[in-house]
């Protein structure tokens, strides 16, 4: 597997909730650090889904990503190494977490904080992944000015494209902006039930769309990907060879293939909704 020559940034957004995102960060970057990446995950949703997938403590005293956005912590403060997986770090979301989206407003440089603190942060990595909230605040306009890729997981359902337009519009906002290396890098079809056809007609619509920026793979709806999480584990622990682990680690490889070499053409935006 290629590993990259600089620290890639990949931002998983999308407003909608329970899409795969947290799901997909997560698994995305086990697989990443099975291929033999060192990998950061940065838990950006107060819910922090994705720092219980990956077996990481965060109740209300931990140090999380919220010290670091409001209180300038150093990143290397609160990054914890993920148990059972070499190469994989977590830098976890604690509930204050969701003060941050009001406190932030306050703060000088509050869009870059976390670009900021990942710029200062030492440890050589292949990727961080930012796993983002729900919705299109703060805490996502930090993700995206800290990174170069967008990831969009869509989910294989009804109404599968409402809302993308306004992602499409705040990526091109944040690129003209703030962060001028800023493009949708990878679309990832999640959930996909192949039996069903409104599946394969949502997927055509989005790779009719999108074009090459969908990967290849998509992932399949599968009971073993839901169940990882109450185990604190991703899939690729909790079920190896399991369709949902052998898929996430497929999408990995394909990821780390393309590089960065996909260009964003912001001329999606406009037939969205
Ligand atoms: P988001 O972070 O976008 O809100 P999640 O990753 O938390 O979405 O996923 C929403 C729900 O769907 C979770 O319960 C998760 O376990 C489940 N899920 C995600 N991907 C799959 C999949 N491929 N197969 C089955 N269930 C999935
Ligand atoms: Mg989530």
Same mark, same amino acid.
């Given at each position: 597997m290629p590993r990259p020559e600089q620290t890639r940034v990949i931002v998983v957004a /999308?407003? *909608? $909730? $329970? #899409? $795969?995102k947290t799901t997909t960060t997560v698994n995305l970057a086990a697989s990443l650090a099975l291929h033999g990446g060192r990998v950061l995950v940065i @838990? +950006? @949703? %107060?819910?922090g889904n994705a720092s219980t997938a990956l077996g990481i403590d965060h109740h209300a005293e931990v140090p999380s990503i919220y010290d670091v956005l409001v @209180? =300038? *912590? %150093?990143?290397s403060d609160v990054v914890q190494p993920v148990p059972d997986v070499e190469g994989l770090f977590c830098a976890p979301a604690t509930i204050d977490l969701a003060g941050a989206e009001i406190e932030l407003v306050s703060l000088v440089a509050r869009e870059s904080r976390l670009e900021r603190a990942i710029q200062a942060y030492e440890q050589p990595l292949d990727y961080i992944l930012i796993d983002c909230p729900p919705s299109l605040g703060l805490l996502t306009v930090n993700a995206l000015v800290a990174g170069a890729e967008v990831l969009i997981p869509i989910q294989c359902e009804y109404y599968a494209l409402e809302g993308l337009g306004q992602l499409l519009r705040n990526v091109d906002l944040v690129r003209g902006h703030? /962060? %001028? *290396? +800023?493009? #949708?890098s990878t679309i990832l079809l999640t959930m996909y039930d192949g039996r069903t056809r409104l599946a394969s007609q949502v997927a055509d619509e989005v790779r009719s769309h999108f $074009? =090459?920026? #969908?990967?290849?793979t998509s992932i399949p709806r599968s009971v073993r990907i839901s169940e990882a999480p109450s185990y604190g584990q991703t899939v690729l622990t909790y079920d190896p060879g399991s369709s949902g682990a052998l898929s996430y680690l497929e999408a990995a490889r394909e990821i780390a293939l393309r590089g960065v070499s996909v260009h964003y053409n912001s001329q999606h935006a406009h037939a969205l909704p």
């Open positions: /999308n407003q *909608k $909730g $329970g #899409v $795969g @838990d +950006l @949703d %107060p819910q @209180d =300038s *912590k %150093p990143l703030l /962060n %001028p *290396k +800023l493009h #949708v $074009g =090459s920026e #969908v990967l290849r």
